[in-house]
């Protein structure tokens, strides 16, 4: 099998990242995380984050040395997208692997043994010729002891969103994490890889800060979405149908529906088959 690289970023979501690296560290062997090194977003904002705490999170988990973080400055542009191309784009360039997955700190995978152990080793002759996809879970609103999640309208998960993370260093990201080699949506393939992503599932003031500083963040000022998220509750969340606003993609949310927090990941765990 060939070595695989994964590349992460360290920002306002630095909190996520040790949970999230713990999911897939012993299935790779170089994880490179970049820190922008004057704590700026991709937007041009300032960030902080509780250093020392990242830093002792991540030394215990790196029991092989596999960790290394990258400090530059990586705002060249006044366009976020820009940024974030060039952040992934430098970190790839550093990796020491061509097969590089990246994998962002607010996504925790939920069946890596699978898709490193069995998938990976089928498609690794085609590594460097495809954009290798995984499907997002996602839970939209933590309420008391329950968490609203994205679901289709038969009560299950929701995988209907798909994100590049599997590349090879000869490839150039042009959009955040999909490649040259998926342009115009060609040369991807699916994988079983399914990963709960926290992106909107954080308290209001954290939400705010995500969608204002993301790589597509100049499509929040005319976006619902952050108003239709504020205004849910667990007694008029049923109400909303095919309601995912147009500026952060295309695929509609159909329902959502509320889980015990607890047993979010058993949930989206029985459901696993219908993502492949």
Not at 146 to 171: C, R, Y
Not at 198 to 223: F, P, Q, T
């Amino acid at each position: 099998m060939k070595k695989k690289s994964v590349i992460s970023l360290i920002s306002y979501d630095a909190a996520y990242l040790p949970e999230s690296v713990s999911k897939y560290y012993n299935y790779v062997d170089e994880i490179v995380l970049g820190l922008d090194k004057n704590r700026t977003t991709w937007s041009g904002n300032s960030f902080s984050f509780d250093e020392k705490q990242l830093w002792a999170d991540l030394s215990a988990i790196d029991g092989d040395s596999k960790i290394s973080i990258i400090e530059e400055d990586f705002v060249k542009s006044k366009i976020a997208i820009e940024n974030d191309n060039y952040e992934r784009n430098f970190l790839k360039a550093q990796c020491t692997n061509d097969w590089i997955f990246s994998i962002d700190a607010d996504e925790y995978l939920v069946n890596p043994k699978d898709f490193f152990y069995n998938y990976c080793p089928l498609v690794e002759r085609y590594y460097n010729k495809a954009d290798i996809c995984m499907t997002w879970a996602t839970p939209y609103k933590t309420i008391g002891d329950a968490t609203l999640v994205i679901a289709d309208e038969d009560g299950s998960p929701f995988f209907g969103e798909n994100q590049g993370m599997t590349t090879s260093k000869d490839s150039t990201f042009t959009y955040a994490r999909w490649t040259d080699k998926s342009a115009a949506g060609h040369n991807r393939l699916m994988s079983p890889l399914v990963a709960i992503h926290w992106s909107l599932c954080r308290d209001k003031d954290a939400l705010h800060e995500k969608i204002n500083n993301i790589g597509h963040s100049d499509l929040v000022e005319n976006d619902p979405f952050y108003q239709i998220w504020n205004q849910v509750t667990l007694e008029n969340y049923e109400e909303l149908h095919n309601f995912k606003s147009s500026g952060l993609g295309t695929a509609q949310w159909p329902i959502l529906r509320a889980i015990k927090s607890e047993q979010v990941t058993s949930y989206i765990e029985q459901h696993l088959s219908k993502a492949y």
